[in-house]
């Protein structure tokens, strides 16, 4: 990154704290790049023409360890477009008979992709909660930062969503937004937005939904390139920086959770797995760890791309921190 910033390390060794994993209670697996879309801000790089994709031996080896790791109560799938991995109802219906709750990050769009008809119901009868993204309510806004004519399928899933039973009061089905900034700026406070998001989506489109996660863009990949291109570079990882809170610091999504990639790898968070950045462990795969827990007290590998967890509320893939 070719921003001059404090290292991250620094200033978390500054306020003497120390980012060590704790007991694991989720696993994300991030089942591959492939998606039916290119988003301008995917850290993923993902993509319809992405081959890289999870295998079923890989899943196996999955269901194995999860099985034996009874702390592990959640499953958390993303991708890529995680429904079109061939083995995603597999890993699905599996992690579910484990007793494990399973969250499918969705990019909402993948409903309508041919060979997808079923899976809206699908995730229904597994009772899988949905975490989908929805960055603005206004079409504008979404089309211009997730392709053209994403913003209309978007409402017309959350519709179906909704008629499934999803994002409805006492159904137990799950239905979350994600919410990211459309540029260089931190996001708003988390339960104003999603005050906002409920009452526009309620009152344009009569959608319901549970909560809404606000999101930091990081500075990695796609946006890293948009923001060195568009000159904000510096600019940006000032603002991550002197927007650094201790509290945030203090509850990042790595302390509980492991991140897996398509290919079986072992990392701290899905950031760290996009920049190939290796877990503190001398096991890195999953093909050589005898249990995940094995990970518990091992030191994260943090660097400058951290600061978009900890600025302002914080970031998570459970949105803000505090
Ligand atoms: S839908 Fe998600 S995974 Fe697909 S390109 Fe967009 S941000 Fe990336
Ligand atoms: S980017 Fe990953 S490793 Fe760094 S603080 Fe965030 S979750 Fe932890």
């Not at 999803?166 to 137990?172: A, M």
């Given at each position: 990154m070719n921003a001059k910033v404090i290292p991250f390390e620094e200033t978390i060794r500054k306020h003497g704290i120390e980012l060590t994993r704790k007991p694991l209670e989720i696993l994300q697996i991030?089942?591959?790049?492939?998606?039916n879309q290119a988003c301008l801000h995917c850290h993923v790089e993902a993509g319809p023409k992405r081959t890289e994709i999870m295998e079923k031996r890989t899943v196996d080896r999955l269901l194995d360890l999860l099985s034996l790791s009874p702390d592990i109560h959640t499953v958390d799938l993303t991708g890529g477009?995680?429904?079109?991995?061939?083995s995603f109802r597999y890993l699905v219906t599996e992690c579910r008979r484990l007793g494990k709750e399973v969250i499918d990050r969705c990019n909402l769009t993948v409903l309508f992709e041919k060979g997808q008809e079923t899976t809206a119901q699908f995730l229904r009868d597994e009772r899988v909660r949905i975490v989908a993204s929805l960055p603005c309510y206004s079409k504008d806004n979404v089309d211009k930062q997730r392709g053209n004519g994403v913003f209309g399928k978007s409402i017309r899933a959350l519709n179906l969503l909704n008629e499934l039973g999803?994002?409805?009061?006492?159904?137990?089905l799950g239905l979350d937004l994600v919410y990211n900034p459309l540029g260089a700026f931190l996001p708003p406070d988390q339960v104003e937005l999603e005050r906002e998001f409920k009452e526009e989506l309620k009152n344009l489109f009569g959608i319901e939904f549970n909560r809404l996660y606000t999101i930091t863009n990081m500075p990695i990949k796609r946006f890293l390139r948009d923001l060195e291109r568009s000159g904000k570079l510096q600019e940006y990882m000032e603002l991550l920086v002197s927007s650094f809170n201790v509290q945030a610091a203090l509850g990042v999504m790595c302390l509980n959770l492991l991140s897996v990639s398509w290919d079986g790898q072992l990392y701290d968070c899905d950031f760290n797995q996009m920049l190939e950045i290796p877990i503190f462990w001398k096991k890195r795969t999953i093909w050589e760890v005898e249990s995940l827990e094995e990970l518990t007290r091992a030191p994260i590998a943090v660097a400058d791309h951290c600061y978009g967890c900890t600025a302002g509320d914080g970031s998570s893939c459970s949105g803000a921190l505090i």
């Open positions: 991030n089942v591959g790049k492939l998606c477009a995680p429904e079109l991995i061939p999803y994002g409805k009061e006492g159904t137990g």
